[in-house]
């Protein structure tokens, strides 16, 4: 009849109608105590007690309005969010609280009744208030940390976050974060690090699948760095309250440790990588054109996407099928008949009707293969229960709880996903060895017997709650974020064991996802606002040391980009680590979403998509042994293989006011074109000579320049010395 949750879902932005707010108040603050009740509940009572005194407090109903707010734009991802949200505002009851004052415990419940008489009471609930002291833990490596800066947050029944302050100069900038979409230098902005799955608007709103609390601190006078090391939320203030100090706010129980670092930018990373976990150097077919596309769900409608990029002479390195399996156990493939069973399946398990969408998945694979294709299938690290699971599905799920390989609540229950894409799904607790064994082995025959070559491990922003328990000992305020890392990791060893590179392409992670595989920037818009926010977004996840990072060209949902958009997209990513086209489940409804050239070429009447794009995936594949060996100087220790020019130009005052510009290895100088409507570009070059690679012009450095910018010839250069090895990559170009 009521429901009230004292910290809500545990959505780390939005607050829900059945919870505290705030959650954990502080001494002085009073409370909104919400709850959800029934529809045919009339009054709701919140009896509250203070120091023994009972007083009760009449709770009001939300309006209609309020409850039917939502937005949406129409993509079926954008549908499934505003539908969870209008139930979570549904039968919403509030009251405020008196003051609380530290040092008293308060108690509460509530009392509901409906129009009949009848009537229901909660269970009674506990609420104290935290006040900020100087003693409480210890803060290990805090040697830089501000004098007297250090405080610790207590409520009645423990450590809950400590804060301290770092001095930072008016010449100095702040980088690193994670992957971050807002800007590259966070100076005067305020930001946190928690995974999260933000569909879309990232840079506008500052938040991120792949957080790290970590940052780089790069002045005139040289560059120091610095880690959390913690997996729970940290905030950060850059700047933003007080210019001269970079304030940090940390969740802890006990004690934290802040580790330093001196040197180069490059000297940093290599240092905070070999602490975290250093990437390993993948194949270099990954560095070849990827195509994707939600809707193609069926063996006929991949081949005859891979048979027009042949036809069209557009060579492609790497197909991801995001669509291939039944959707409900992510095993099988659509279509295919076999008996259920609690051991992992094998590919004679398996039988297909000629009519099936996929008739023979094994030939398909060796068709790809011998077209030089390689295959990557869709993954997420949840057990859906909606529909009620049947089948193999149904014995999936029943393995899960009986054996305990579940997340679970902090009662025991298995944790089931409290957001909004699956939701009520279980969630397999990869924090431990013999669980990720158990689900990847459902998945061996995919890799050893069909000799599939990596997995999109879609997802990993699905634990919300910081009263989970994981199976490592570790409590969802602090294991959340590493639910991500731990999901790479599962796949990429299940790879490994079959002989296989560990490709995995993730959009989340954190701190120790460097050494799991590529990433891609998740969801995003076909706009240019999106095109610069992912830019931003390769630069600083590589600078925290991401090595192999992509986006879809162009963005992958809503309406799709006109042909100019397209172009630039592409020809900046065919200068990123990956480059992929991708586009969003749009229903099979016409005309078609689909990212790929000729579609773009199509819908826009654009006569220059296709010969432009061709020519840009020919120059792709001229690149992969540049990029290979730049990527594995990276693996080893060097600077990020895309980077901001900070990291070879870190006193360079003039560099930040192009924070768009990267290199691409050593050699290359990237000038992304993000404005519609331009022929020609304003950017910077570093100290040295430098080379246009269209022109063979050369430039000296250390001076702004502009460069034509034709939009079948993006703006790159090339360092001179480098330009006699490099040239013909640039001279074969049609």
């Not at 149904?394 to 009986?402: C, F, G, H, N």
């Not at 060893?493 to 002989?499: A, K, Q, V, Y």
């Amino acid at each position: 009849m009521i429901r009230h949750r004292p910290m809500g879902s545990g959505h780390p932005y939005a607050e829900t109608e059945d919870q505290r707010v705030p959650a954990r108040p502080l001494d002085g603050e009073s409370v909104e105590l919400r709850v959800r009740a029934a529809a045919n509940v009339d009054a709701v009572v919140c009896e509250w007690v203070a120091d023994g005194t009972p007083i009760e407090l009449p709770m009001e109903k939300a309006s209609a309005a309020a409850e039917g707010t939502s937005a949406g734009d129409g993509g079926h991802l954008a549908s499934a969010q505003a539908k969870a949200t209008r139930a979570a505002a549904a039968g919403s009851w509030s009251v405020r609280s008196p003051v609380l004052r530290a040092g008293s415990r308060y108690a509460y419940r509530f009392r509901a009744a409906t129009a009949d008489g009848a009537s229901r009471t909660s269970r009674w609930f506990v609420v104290t208030a935290a006040s900020w002291r100087e003693s409480g833990g210890n803060l290990e490596g805090a040697d830089r940390v501000v004098p007297g800066s250090v405080r610790w947050l207590h409520d009645g029944d423990g450590l809950l976050r400590v804060r301290f302050d770092i001095t930072i100069n008016p010449d100095e900038h702040v980088v690193g974060f994670g992957e971050r979409f807002d800007a590259v230098d966070q100076r005067g902005r305020t930001l946190d690090a928690v995974v999260f799955e933000q569909y879309k608007n990232q840079g506008t709103l500052g938040r991120t699948y792949l957080p790290m609390p970590f940052l780089f601190v790069i002045g005139p006078n040289g560059s120091h760095g610095w880690h959390v090391q913690t997996s729970a939320r940290v905030w950060f203030d850059v700047g933003a309250s007080e210019p001269g100090l970079l304030r940090v706010e940390a969740e802890t129980s006990g004690d934290l440790t802040l580790r330093s670092y001196e040197g180069s930018p490059t000297e940093i990373l290599a240092q905070f990588v070999k602490d975290v976990g250093a990437p390993e150097e993948l194949p270099s077919w990954v560095f070849r054109l990827w195509a994707s596309a939600n809707e193609w769900n069926t063996q006929a409608r991949v081949l005859t996407e891979m048979n027009q990029h042949r036809d069209l002479d557009i060579p492609v390195g790497a197909l991801v099928i995001e669509a291939w399996s039944d959707e409900s156990t992510f095993t099988a493939f659509r279509g295919a008949q076999y008996a259920p069973t609690e051991h992992p399946h094998t590919w004679s398990d398996y039988s297909f009707a000629p009519n099936s969408p996929w008739p023979d998945p094994k030939a398909m694979i060796d068709e790809l293969h011998a077209r030089d294709i390689k295959v990557v299938l869709w993954q997420i690290p949840l057990q859906k229960m909606r529909p009620h699971p049947t089948g193999q599905a149904a014995i999936d799920a029943r393995q899960l709880v009986e054996k305990g390989y579940g997340v679970r609540e902090a009662d025991g229950r298995p944790y089931r996903n409290r957001g909004w894409w699956f939701p009520l799904a279980l969630m397999p607790d990869l924090s431990s060895q013999e669980i990720r064994d158990w689900w990847t082995a459902k998945r061996r025959y995919l890799v050893a017997e069909l000799d599939i070559d990596g997995f999109k491990t879609d997802g990993g922003e699905h634990a919300w709650g910081h009263d989970l328990r994981y199976a490592d000992g570790r409590r969802g305020s602090d294991g959340n974020n590493l639910v991500p890392v731990h999901y790479a990791r599962a796949f990429g060893d299940l790879l490994r064991s079959c002989g296989k590179p560990p490709v995995t392409f993730s959009r989340s992670g954190f701190t120790g996802s460097q050494a799991h595989g590529a990433f891609w920037a998740g969801d995003e818009a076909s706009t240019w606002t999106a095109f610069r926010s992912s830019i931003t977004a390769g630069i600083t996840a590589s600078a925290c040391g991401i090595v192999y990072w992509g986006w879809d060209i162009a963005g992958f949902s809503g309406p799709i980009p006109d042909g100019e958009l397209y172009l630039r997209a592409a020809g900046t990513s065919c200068f990123m680590p990956i480059m992929q086209y991708h586009s969003e489940f749009n229903h099979h409804r016409q005309p078609k979403g689909d990212r790929t050239p000729w579609n773009i070429a199509e819908r826009t009447g654009d006569p220059r998509v296709i010969p432009v794009f061709r020519t840009f995936a020919h120059l792709r594949e001229r690149l992969v042994q540049y990029l290979t060996e730049q990527a594995r100087a990276a693996v080893h220790g060097g600077a990020p293989l895309m980077r901001g020019l900070f990291f070879d130009h870190p006193t360079d005052p003039e560099i930040w006011r192009f924070p768009l510009q990267y290199q691409l290895g050593d050699a290359l100088l990237v000038i992304p074109v993000t404005e519609p409507g331009v022929d020609q570009v304003t950017g910077y070059l570093p100290a040295g000579a430098w080379v246009d690679v269209w022109t063979g012009t050369e430039h000296q450095g250390a001076r702004e320049v502009t460069l034509p910018a034709p939009i079948e010839h993006p703006p790159v250069l090339c360092r001179a010395e480098r330009w006699t090895d490099l040239a013909a990559i640039f001279s074969d170009a049609p």
